[in-house]
């Protein structure tokens, strides 16, 4: 009955690494290695580890912070390279249209990172994950009309919403 007590006890402050795993939208695997090479500290229960939800939860944040930090960044190249270029230079020059796209696909990439609840309240973001994966995988199909549009019509409301994003966990963990 102790221990049962105690394992209740343990687990109201703690999360296990599955669960750990499903939050963070990675393996149980990557879990471990978080806890073996010291970026995510738990106790070892039996064969298990409990991880802090104090502990993860400043993980998973700092996390989400670095996600949405890449996307910003890229944002900020795109439109970078749009003070630069002019329309007809990007549509003549195929090295700028793979630079464009390049950063189009950083941003779906790290937007495909955020996890689900978060991507959930944007539905338009799927949007950019699947146009990241469908230039990686149909790169001879890339519309670049469609590329043109995405960074100068949509790049816009996506880096509003990051930065709301930003602000709310610059006030999370303050």
């Given amino acids: 009955m102790l221990s049962l007590l105690y394992n209740l006890t343990i687990m109201r402050d703690y999360i296990s690494t599955a669960e750990a795993a499903k939050k963070m939208k990675v393996s149980r695997v990557a879990v471990f290695n978080m ?3 010291g970026r995510l500290s738990a106790k070892r229960i039996g064969r298990n580890y409990a991880i802090s939800k104090k502990e993860f939860n400043q993980t998973y944040l700092q996390n989400l912070q670095r996600s949405v930090d890449a996307v910003l960044k890229s944002i900020d190249i795109v439109e970078y390279y749009l003070g630069r270029f002019k329309k007809a230079e990007f549509f003549s020059t195929v090295a700028i249209q793979d630079a464009f796209i390049w950063r189009i696909q950083v941003v779906g990439w790290s937007l495909k990172k ?7 309240q944007h539905a338009d ?24 549009k995405t960074a100068t019509k949509k790049i816009k409301p996506l880096k509003k919403q990051l930065l709301q994003i930003k602000k709310d966990l610059e006030k999370d963990q303050t």
Wanted: glycine share 0%; net charge positive.
């Fill in 114 to 120: 955020i996890p689900l609840p978060i991507k959930r």
């Fill in 125 to 148: 973001w799927q949007e950019w994950i699947t146009a990241a994966n469908r230039y990686l995988r149909f790169y001879w199909k890339i519309n670049t009309h469609e590329i043109w």
């Fill in 35 to 37: 806890i073996k090479d």
